[in-house]
């Protein structure tokens, strides 16, 4: 018996999708990835890249978006490009909705943007802000400064008729 590892190759499982590809990001800070990860949108430019070479300087990027779009591309992108019907959860406390969007059109991840299209709209719906106001007079006289505060109570009142 052949005590050397045999690699298959074959459509799903080439040496070529089981390189590793780093990319070097702003700070110093590395992400790694599978060439088949990146291969999933067949015309962008990380698939561009994946094929070509194994380190990536994109020291310009933000690694904070960047490794969101490589998760998405991981756990919603089906190989051959298409959703997999997963969807796309950011961290709790995940804002940069448009810098995240901006980031995937950089890339030409259209798949990856439209899932992130729908997220964000999922998002927009599911969360609420509730906020309240305050009156604030500063009187200055002859007494020196006076303030006062008054709480508008009426916003709290249209807002817990359900």
Known sequence: ????????????????????????????????????????????????????????????????????????????????????????IPPEDFTDWRSLLSEARYWGLSVVERIIRDAMNASSTAVSTITIGYHGTLAAGRGGFEVNFRRVDRIMSNICIF
Do not use: Y
């Open 1 to 88: 018996m052949n005590s050397q590892k045999r690699i298959i190759t074959n459509a799903t499982n080439s040496p070529q999708k089981q390189r590793i590809i780093r990319f070097r990001l702003s700070n110093g800070r590395n992400i790694e990835s599978f060439a088949e990860v990146l291969l999933r949108e067949e015309n962008s430019r990380l698939a561009e890249w994946a094929t070509k070479q194994n380190f990536v300087d994109c020291s310009h990027r933000d690694p904070k978006i960047f490794r969101l779009l490589i998760n998405c591309l991981r756990q919603c992108v089906a190989p051959g490009g298409i959703s997999n019907g997963k969807k796309f």
